[in-house]
């Protein structure tokens, strides 16, 4: 989602094949507004203990949509209010606001709840205000230290700031929206309507009536997290996080604790404070195999609640058949696509740093075609059921922190607005057991290409394909929602079956392919069959990739190898990082430039040994130049 000079977008904007328009989510330029009266009385909800809320949302909704500003990106200041209007609070007049409730769709840490005072929402007094330490997904209660009497004559404005790393936090009912109520500002913007174009009223209320304190403490368990795969001998470490988003404090709860079928009963005497939360470590000693760990909060102060089951999924390893990762991240994108520059800038933001480990393949298919696109795009978007844009697979593999908002329930297909540094690390952590090398050869005088692709695969993966496609880059053409944008990494050949090739392993596990193309002139012809791409092929890559093609669920990729066609830097002639790296054998080790220093070294099985005493054999080598990594495969003789 591209981010605007003032508020902009409801949830992650995606653009939808199926209209090749704009869907519900898209953001929008939302108009500055004057306050005006409401054009109807806040409807009013009374519970136990004749506890009253002045409110204009509905407090049991099915919250379908999310309020946000950005992409996942930097951390920006955030700001939402409901303003209640004169003519709302006439009927108040002497009562007094004590407390506010605020829904919330993924955590907040310190967050500051106000009132304002006054008719222009932007020039309003404060009247009121308390800090609090998080706010947690659901309904949270805030009690201010000094209620605010309602006069009736003036408007007052209920609220929250906070900062937010644009994971889209706030809630909204999607129902009928009231005019002038719902609010909500980003860093140094000015507050803006946001209720006008329909997308519902803020979820926020207000205590007028009642004792708040009557509304207890509630505790949930927010998230359950560890590492998804571990060496076998190691112990299993998981960390649970628990949050009170209610009045008072939770001095102890109980959570049952299930590691496959194997049930107990925990206790834990740490309190929590209003509106924070609490990181429980528990150690399960050392698994093997698959596990699924749950857990379930059961009582709060001694009572029993009916809580919440989280679960995470942990398999132990045999660490002596681990290799390194490269994964593959396949966008789909498209030029009339104006949500997708953004996301093309959180992508970038999520693997710097970790570039080397990262194949990209940017497919123009999602939101129709268009001048990039090719038939093998087609075919693999139809598969992953990539029907809008931006998108994305992670080695068309489940990410479990996506599964509730990726296409059809599953965390394979999904907004790549959500991808951060850590998802990247964790991917890139997770342990592959097949290696896939690249070698090339390029005669720039007759363009002919050749290309082997090589490996050995520790375990059985029988069935596996092996997938070569070349891509281009550095590409100046349109596209909505930015100005001079540069296309990268997108397909122009396949060397296999957009499906991958069939591969035959030897006894011990190595494989290897080779292919032979000569690189052409132009790709992607237009409807004129004239070629819209003139090719560079210092811009080119060999992204290979062996996996299976099964379902959409298991397609997953095994593991991924990229190469750069030449040594050359795109369309300037200038030798690039690769050529800078003068990789030579000496001493019974490897340097890079003269230098052991930084140097990597592992086997063709992809085992990473010690760069000192090597015998005679085929390495890969691996290593940095200029803080570009670049690896080769080395003969020692």
Known sequence: MKRISTFAAIALATCSLASAQIIERMPVKLQASPLAAPVQAAPVQKEAGELTWLQYCNPNPSVNSIAAIGTASDEIELSAATLFSPTTLAEYTGKKISAAAFMINTPLGATKAFILKGDKINTAET?????????????????????????????????????????????????????????????GNPYECVDANGWGNLMIRALVEGDPDQLGSNVSLI????????????????????????????????YELTVNEDKSEKAVSTGIAPNSTLAEQINLGKLTGNNKISIKLTKVNGEAVEGNTMSINISAYDQTTVVPRTILIEKFTGQSCGNCPSAEANIRKAIKGQEDRVARIDHHYGYGTDSFTILESQNIGKFFGASYAPGCVMDRFEQEDRANLGENGTGIYWHPGYMTSSMVANEIARPAFVTVNIDREYNADTKELKVTVSGKANISVDGARLTVVLTHSNVKARQAGASNFIHNEFPVKYLTSYKGDAVTFAADGSYEKTFTYTIEDGYCPNSNGKNFVTTDVDAMEIVAH??????????????AAKLKITDKEPGSGIENVYSAANLA????????????????????SGMRINNSNLAAGMYIVRAKVNGKAVARKMNVR
């Open 127 to 187: 009247v009121a205000e308390v800090d609090v330490n998080a706010l947690l997904p659901g309904w949270n209660y805030i009690k201010f230290p000094e209620p605010v009497e309602i006069d009736g004559t003036v408007s007052l404005a209920v609220g929250f700031s906070t900062k937010d790393n644009g994971l889209y936090p706030i809630c909204y009912d999607g129902g009928k929206a009231v005019n002038n109520t719902s609010y909500i500002k980003s860093t």
């Open 223 to 254: 998230s359950v997290n560890g590492k998804r795969y571990m060496p076998q001998g190691e112990d299993a470490i998981v960390e649970a996080t628990f949050g009170n988003s209610s009045l008072l404090a939770a001095n102890s709860f109980t």
């Open 585 to 604: 054998f000496a001493g019974g080790q490897f340097t890079i430039n003269g230098s052991a220093a930084g140097v990597e070294v592992y086997t063709l």
């Open 546 to 559: 062996l996996g299976e093609w099964n379902t959409r669920l298991t397609s997953e990729v095994l593991n």
